[in-house]
Nanobody
Framework: QVQLVESGGGLVQAGGSLRLSCAAS????????MGWFRQAPGKEREFVAA????????YYAVPVKGRFTISRDNAKNTVYLQMNSLKPEDTAAYYC??????????????????WGQGTQVTVSS
């Protein structure tokens, strides 16, 4: 089992920045990759970014590339999502997730085994 707890969400004006954190506990030694997803009301959960736990390979969705940065601190078992130049369309609940598998980094929710409870990000225009 892996437990994930997100923090750092909030209300910010367009153009502003936020940093989300996701603290992992439990069988963290078995994590292969961590991902961030988001879900706006009435929409499906969508991929935002992912990072391999050991090698630090990163992947980004097109809408956030160049604005968001995913990173990890293995000593703290924590993954971060630095979000800059925020836009109103970034408004959503943000979730972190842990992939316990091997092979390719997944960019769909089905590829992840454990999820956090989510943190709300609201960007005002």
């Amino acid at each position: 089992q892996v437990q994930l707890v997100e923090s750092g969400g909030g209300l910010v004006q367009a153009g502003g920045s936020l940093r989300l954190s996701c603290a992992a506990s439990g069988r963290t030694f078995a994590i292969y990759a961590m991902g961030w997803f988001r879900q706006a009301p009435g929409k499906e959960r969508e991929f935002v970014a992912a990072i391999s736990w050991g090698g630090g390979r990163t992947y980004y969705a097109v809408p956030v590339k160049g604005r968001f940065t995913i990173s990890r601190d293995n000593a703290k078992n924590t993954v971060y999502l630095q979000m800059n130049s925020l836009k109103p369309e970034d408004t959503a609940a943000y979730y972190c997730a842990a992939d316990m598998g091997r092979g390719s980094i997944h960019t769909t929710p089905a590829g992840y085994d454990y999820w956090g409870q989510g943190t709300q990000v609201t960007v005002s225009s």
